[in-house]
């Protein structure tokens, strides 16, 4: 298993991996099994992607009444850690989120609770410190959502009647080719939405790393501009949500990940991504399904310095295939006997084409020569 390091990576909330019927896949992984006629069992890894139940990064256990003949999650449900401590419950009528929700910190003190109807917060989302203090109250109804308060760890108001001074910090959802895991941002809450100038810097806290990242300019709770340090670009859409990330979302997509590093960080699917946003204005003369590859070399800091296409796209985006390969940033280096290394990767993926002849692209699986031997 890999050691913690700066790299704190999280994972894509992309759904392009399957709608689940079975419990086990080709390669017999078990993401599930039933406990009794009412109630599965379910395996989840940090971020609620399912993993086998043996995988090393499985880390949530659900227990729920399940409809397997709706795929869909139905009666109460409770989600369990490793250690059997007790992480989340609330309740499904048929895949829609109804009643209250509780979620718990690692020591037992509530993390947050809200209450649903008909898949939609209602009321009040209310956030607490693991200590049990009150740290953020929510205001969600048909019309808008706002933030009406926030305390600082000391129990002071940063924010009081939706008006202050709002900061936090949030994961990354996804993988960070910059090497951070959180974000952290600061601004204005004016009658609970954001307003006037706001920041965003890049975090590792537990390295104690911050790196400026953009700023942002709201009016009323809309976004007017915004301005990415890093690829020296504005931009108009947000990017940066300002309220906690909740994944557990993603447990009623019933997505999984095979149990390998690359998958679990969301590395595979960043590839994929990185590719279909570099082609995202190609079109191919005629319906196409290919194989791709290429090798490698990889700095054990993650930094490439050599690519060699294996086998390329057709004809058609040969050119251009290599020269954005070639521009692919960051790579999660190899790691063996706790310490990254430098190394050779090879990546195998899939080019194929959508109905309007666009390009989608897949990774299969990617080799490490050093790390595997």
Request: charged letters at 25%; proline letters at 4%; glycine letters at 6%.
């Amino acid at each position: 298993m890999r050691i913690k390091t700066t790299f704190i990576l999280f994972i894509f909330c992309l759904p392009i991996f399957w709608s689940m019927a079975y419990a086990q896949d080709s390669v017999n992984n078990i993401f599930f099994e039933r406990i009794d006629a009412d109630e599965v069992r379910f395996y989840y890894d940090p971020n609620y992607f399912l993993v086998d139940k043996n995988c090393e990064f499985k880390s949530i256990e659900r227990r729920a009444g399940f409809d397997r003949s709706t795929n869909k999650f139905n009666g109460i449900f409770r989600d369990y850690a490793a250690d059997g401590t007790l992480l989340l419950t609330g309740e499904y009528t048929q895949g829609v989120k109804n009643g209250s929700f509780v979620a718990y910190h690692p020591n037992r003190q509530v993390k947050w609770e809200v209450t649903f109807k008909d898949n939609r917060p209602d009321g009040f989302w209310n956030y607490f410190y693991p200590d049990g203090k009150p740290y953020l109250s929510v205001s969600f109804s048909d019309s808008t959502t706002r933030i009406v308060s926030q305390w600082d760890r000391r129990g002071k108001l940063s924010v009081k009647q939706g008006d202050g001074r709002y900061e936090f910090l949030n994961p990354i959802d996804g993988f960070s080719e910059y090497g951070y895991g959180f974000y952290a941002m600061k601004g204005r809450i004016k009658d609970g939405l954001p307003h006037g100038a706001w920041t965003v810097h890049l975090e590792n806290p537990q390295a104690k790393q911050s790196e400026f990242a953009a700023e942002e300019y709201y009016r009323d709770g809309a976004l007017l501009r915004g301005y990415n340090v890093f690829e020296d670009i504005e931009y108009r859409k947000p990017i940066y949500g300002i309220l906690p990330y909740e994944n557990f979302y993603r447990a009623e997509s019933l997505l999984f990940k095979q149990c390998t590093y690359d998958d679990f960080t969301g590395f595979t699917v960043y590839l994929a991504e990185y590719l279909r946003n570099a082609f995202q204005l190609a079109k191919a003369d005629s319906q196409i399904t290919t194989d791709y590859a290429f090798e490698v070399q990889v700095r054990k800091d993650g930094t490439p310095r050599g690519t060699l296409i294996i086998k390329s796209l057709p004809d058609q985006f040969d050119n251009s295939f290599k020269k954005v390969v070639e521009t692919i940033p960051y790579y999660v280096p190899s790691f063996k006997r706790g310490e990254y290394i430098d190394d050779t990767i090879t990546v195998y993926g899939t080019m194929s084409t959508a109905a309007d002849n666009s390009l989608q692209f897949q990774t299969n699986r990617i080799e490490r020569k050093l790390e595997q031997e």
